[in-house]
């Protein structure tokens, strides 16, 4: 069940979505960190966030066709192991993790498809990440971006170690205050998942309810 093929093909929510880091080397006389040292430093910061909440939106292209499929909502995440995107647009879906299961609930359809999250973890490459078992450094080949899309920004590539059945390989922009603040993840077959994050709090109280859902009267359960 890949969170991508119901959710207007997002994030590979990997999951390296919002990470944070340490600090970075400042400006001017000194120089510049090598995108190891950012993956280092990102990978440091990230393991002292608990609790995150942010606004995404996400945008989904796809080889040989001018389309984008566009989503916006809301993720919090509470490690270990619980996370929630709410898709508010273009239709309401929403994907939770309680730490056991991961529940995809789509409204147009009226179905929620269920599935455990060790079956889940390896449809997603982000989701370790999120939840607080990924490591950047043990996980990703680091290397220096194929482009820079934003003055402001540092970027840093990451290619999964372990070939990936979605993904492969991942852009992460990391913005002055070290919040990851856009996520491109792109497939074997050169579509790309664009994310970008805003309105980020992290370490704030988190109520574990958020993580329960229960869908609608007359909603489709299948178990996978």
């Known amino acids: 069940m890949n969170r991508t093929a119901f959710f207007v093909k997002p994030l590979l929510v990997l999951s390296v979505g919002l990470l944070f880091l340490a600090g970075l080397p400042g ?6 960190p090598s995108p190891l040292e950012l993956a280092q430093k990102l990978q440091a910061r990230y393991e002292e966030t608990k609790t995150m909440t942010a606004d995404f939106k ?12 566009l989503g916006a909502g809301k993720v919090v995440i509470f490690k270990p192991g619980r996370i929630r995107w709410d898709y508010q647009t273009p239709d309401k879906q929403v994907l ?6 991961v529940s995809m609930f789509i409204a147009n359809s009226a179905q929620m498809v269920v599935q455990p999250v060790s079956e ?6 982000t989701y370790a990440f999120f939840v607080g ?5 043990r996980d990703f080949k680091v290397l220096p971006p194929e482009r820079q899309a934003d003055a ?15 993904v492969d390989y991942l852009h992460v922009w990391i913005d ?16 790309i998942t664009d994310l970008a994050f805003s309105n980020i709090t992290r370490n ?21």
């Open 27 to 32: 400006s001017g006389r000194c120089a510049a």
């Open 58 to 69: 996400q945008s989904t292209s796809v080889p040989m066709t001018t389309r984008k499929r």
């Open 96 to 101: 939770i993790s309680d730490g056991k299961k």
């Open 120 to 125: 889940y973890i390896n449809s997603d490459v």
């Open 133 to 137: 078992t990924g490591n950047i450094v």
């Open 152 to 166: 402001n920004l540092k970027a840093i590539k990451l290619v999964p170690k372990t070939a990936h059945p979605q």
């Open 176 to 191: 002055e205050n070290f919040m990851v603040r856009r996520l491109e993840i792109v497939d074997h077959f050169g579509s």
């Open 204 to 224: 704030a109280p988190v109520s574990p309810d958020v993580f329960v859902f229960t869908p609608p009267l007359g909603t489709e359960i299948i178990e996978q």
